[in-house]
């Protein structure tokens, strides 16, 4: 079966902080990115979302790339995740699954990227992305593969 996961978890997957903003960071006047990831050994990459205590909105798009320095980087995913800002809620956690099958492999596009549009409004705590990749190709052992981020 495609995309199934066989044996121990940590041989499948990769994880990396994709995007960390603190609490004094300003997500008002910047557009915060994610590090670039090599998708050339994985099938997806799962990207966890967490923030807290948002003054508004923010929404994430996924970028792809030729090479890990963002060469002629372009979307992949509009909007694939938009944390609302809750009254309720101190923590808002969010899931997207990317399939590498997205990316313009033709055109040589094998890395990609969180971005934020950086729209929120007001005071903000925290913002994170976290990437988990997995389908390892080429043997299937995710602790084998080249750093995703190199």
Request: hydrophobic share 35%.
């Amino acid at each position: 079966m495609s995309g199934q996961i066989t044996g121990r978890l940590q041989d499948n997957v990769k994880v990396v902080k994709g995007l960390a903003t603190g609490i004094d960071d300003d997500l008002n006047s910047t557009t915060p990115a994610g590090d670039w990831v090599d998708m050339s050994q994985y099938s997806g990459c799962l990207f966890i979302f967490e923030a807290g205590a948002l003054g508004g909105n923010i929404t994430f798009d996924v970028q792809q790339a030729t090479d890990n320095s963002g060469t002629g980087s372009k979307q992949a995913v509009d909007a694939v995740q938009t944390i609302t800002n809750g009254t309720d809620e101190d923590t808002v956690v969010g899931v997207y699954d990317f399939k590498a099958d997205l990316l313009d492999v033709d055109g040589g596009f094998d890395y990609i990227q969180i971005l934020s549009d950086g729209a929120v409004s007001g005071a903000s705590t925290f913002a994170s992305v976290t990437y988990v990749l997995y389908g390892a190709r080429y043997g299937g052992n995710a602790s084998a593969l080249d750093d995703p981020t190199d």
